[in-house]
């Protein structure tokens, strides 16, 4: 028993609830995400903090009323946006504002208002080519009450009085006031290199390591370990052989399951854990229009790959994840200004993946219309379970079903459709029930 050997078995199930809060939320303060969860991380710090340390590569940091799990990143990712309390995705300029904020607040004392917080981020903002925040602009003034309210809602900043939305409104006759949780403010940014000495974002995952063979088989198994937290599923083909290695070993189903409390499936084409207990942010299947759409669409997707009327559908190469992830890397280094840098089930049949005499892996390829087609009968069988706003636009149903199920790497997105994944197989022969709509 490697890990929490210091945690009694009456305990390990208050210890496993500790790790993945802290896995869901990095950043703990005396409110967020509740108000016990600071508590429930404090019970349990010394093992956390040497177990996450050996398991993963993580450092659990403790400051007054904040706990921050500094994470290892092993690769770019984009489907983990920030996100305003309507659920929008920031762009931008709202990260730009959400910086230039904790800047701010960085040089603040305990307590500042949201006029002189926007004074101070505007000067900044105005002499940074492109961006600029102008207050008598309504667009600037909403980007920048998002940057803030997603600081309020992890308890960075308190509301002392007054309210964000009448400033934003009218910053002439609106105002608030703010408590500034230090302590939050400076857990929030922990770049692990000095943002001046790096000319390119790879710098951030680069992380020096001992020559010696037991230093390298370490650092792969925590990457294992790490991927299959980090990523929905996890396939042979899109790890190194190291990697590869620990994810078919006997080892990773028992450590994990001592971690975290959920258990590991394997199949011949990668892992996945299983979410029984609730703790990741997106689930799928799921709840919601969107998730159902999803999981339908992933029933006619793995019924067409499997080809009950004798038709085959073309096969393309899989992208390369190495290659998808250099063209990222190289998007956001031509976004840095010049010189500057910024911060188990019963086993089901698995989507049939072919390999080319070359070793080139081919997937079924599904096509855009094949979706517009599946979406449109979605609609007309499942009717009131979907409401008027999604029969009236079924493109955006199909498009977000869809972005749902490549966060899920249950399909890759290529031109003209997507490459069916074998997570597909798993909803192959399945019977979809949606709950209808009440319409009294």
Same mark, same amino acid.
Not at 46 to 65: I, M, N, Q, T
Not at 151 to 154: A, F, G, Q, W
């Given at each position: 028993m490697r890990f929490a050997a210091e945690v009694s078995d009456l305990e390990l199930a208050d210890y496993q609830r500790a790790v993945r809060l802290l896995l869901r939320h990095p950043l703990i303060t005396a409110t967020f995400p509740d108000e016990k969860a600071l508590a429930r991380v404090r019970r349990f710090a010394?093992?956390?903090?040497?177990?996450?340390?050996?398991?993963?590569?993580?450092?659990?940091?403790?400051?007054?009323?904040?706990a921050r799990l500094v994470r290892t990143a092993d690769r770019l990712v984009t489907d983990r946006p920030a996100l305003s309390r309507t659920g929008r995705p920031f762009d931008r300029r709202r990260y730009a504002y959400l910086s230039l904020?904790?800047?701010?607040?960085?040089?603040?004392?305990?307590?500042? !208002?949201?006029?002189? /917080?926007?004074?101070?981020?505007?000067?900044?903002?105005?002499?940074?080519?492109?961006?600029?925040?102008d207050p008598d602009s309504g667009a600037d003034r909403r980007a920048f009450v998002d940057a803030v309210a997603w600081?309020?809602?992890?308890g960075v900043l308190r509301l002392a009085d007054g309210s964000s939305s009448a400033w934003a409104s009218d910053p002439g006759a609106g105002e608030a006031l703010y408590d500034v949780a230090r302590d939050a403010v400076f857990a929030l940014f922990r770049p692990p290199r000095v943002l001046q000495h790096i000319e390119s974002v790879t710098a951030l995952l680069e992380r020096s390591l001992s020559s010696s063979g037991n230093a390298e088989r370490r650092a792969a198994a925590q990457a294992?370990?790490?991927?299959? /937290?980090?990523?929905?599923?996890?396939?042979?083909? #899109?790890?190194s052989a190291e990697?590869?290695?620990?994810?078919?070993?006997?080892?990773?189903?028992?450590? /994990?399951?001592?971690?975290?409390?959920?258990?590991?499936?394997? =199949?011949?084409?990668?892992?996945?854990?299983?979410?029984?207990?609730?703790?990741?942010?997106?689930?799928?299947?799921? !709840?919601?229009?969107?998730a159902q759409a999803a999981v339908?669409?992933?029933?006619?997707?793995?019924? =067409?790959?499997? #080809?009950? #009327?004798?038709?085959?559908? =073309?096969?393309?190469?899989?992208?390369?994840?190495?290659?998808?992830?250099?063209?990222?890397?190289?998007?956001?280094?031509?976004?840095?200004?010049?010189?500057v840098p910024m911060p188990g089930d019963d086993p089901q049949p698995a989507a049939t993946v072919e390999d080319d005499e070359a070793g080139e892996t081919r997937l079924p390829l599904i096509t855009d219309s094949f979706l517009r087609e599946a979406t449109a009968d979605i609609l007309r069988s499942y009717g009131s379970a979907f409401g008027a706003a999604w029969h009236a636009d079924p493109e955006r149903l199909r498009a977000e079903a869809v972005a749902l199920?490549?966060?899920? #790497?249950?399909?890759?997105?290529?031109?003209?459709?997507?490459?069916?994944?074998?997570?597909?197989?798993?909803? =192959?022969?399945?019977?979809?029930?949606?709950?209808?709509?009440?319409?009294?």
């Open positions: 010394a093992e956390l903090r040497r177990d996450l340390s050996e398991a993963f590569g993580y450092r659990l940091e403790l400051h007054g009323a904040t904020c904790l800047a701010t607040l960085g040089r603040a004392g305990i307590q500042i !208002t949201l006029s002189e /917080l926007a004074d101070a981020v505007s000067g900044d903002a105005n002499r940074i080519t492109g961006l600029g925040l600081l309020e809602e992890r294992a370990r790490r991927s299959v /937290l980090e990523r929905p599923v996890v396939y042979f083909g #899109d790890v990697v590869g290695n620990h994810l078919r070993g006997q080892a990773l189903p028992a450590d /994990l399951y001592r971690l975290t409390g959920l258990r590991l499936e394997r =199949r011949a084409e990668g892992v996945l854990l299983v979410d029984t207990a609730g703790w990741s942010a997106e689930r799928f299947p799921g !709840t919601g229009s969107v339908l669409l992933a029933v006619a997707i793995a019924e =067409r790959v499997a #080809d009950p #009327d004798g038709r085959k559908a =073309r096969r393309m190469p899989m992208p390369d994840p190495g290659e998808e992830h250099v063209k990222l890397v190289a998007q956001v280094d031509a976004g840095l200004p010049a010189g199920l490549v966060r899920f #790497d249950a399909v890759a997105a290529v031109p003209g459709g997507v490459l069916a994944r074998p997570l597909i197989g798993r909803y =192959r022969s399945t019977k979809a029930q949606v709950k209808q709509r009440t319409l009294f």
